[in-house]
Nanobody
Framework: QVQLVESGGGLVQAGGSLRLSCAAS????????MGWFRQGPGKEREFVAG????????GYADSVKGRFTISRDNAKNMVYLQMNRLKPEDTAVYYC??????????????WGPGTQVTVSS
């Protein structure tokens, strides 16, 4: 069982930065693929970024590539999402996610409650 809690959301102007954090419970944290999804107003939940290890696989949605960076600290059971050059279209509820094998909106095993990110123009 894994419990996830996000923090770090808020209101920021376009072009600004935010850093989201996700605290995970569980003694086998390092064995999980971790990631971030988001759901904007009237939209379906979509993949943002995923990570297996800091020096291994990391994946990003095309819409955030080059602006967002995902990282993890297995010693602290933490996952981070550094978001730079934010745009109004990044406005969404951001969810931390964990799964033993792969991340997808339909099959991911564990979800956090979400944190709101609002980017003003």
């Amino acid at each position: 069982q894994v419990q996830l809690v996000e923090s770090g959301g808020g209101l920021v102007q376009a072009g600004g930065s935010l850093r989201l954090s996700c605290a995970a419970s569980g003694r086998t944290f390092s064995s999980y693929v971790m990631g971030w999804f988001r759901q904007g107003p009237g939209k379906e939940r979509e993949f943002v970024a995923g990570i297996i290890s800091n020096d291994g696989w990391q994946g990003y949605a095309d819409s955030v590539k080059g602006r967002f960076t995902i990282s993890r600290d297995n010693a602290k059971n933490m996952v981070y999402l550094q978001m730079n050059r934010l745009k109004p279209e990044d406005t969404a509820v951001y969810y931390c996610a964990a799964d033993r094998s792969r991340l997808s909106p339909a099959t991911t095993q564990y979800w956090g409650p979400g944190t709101q990110v609002t980017v003003s123009s």
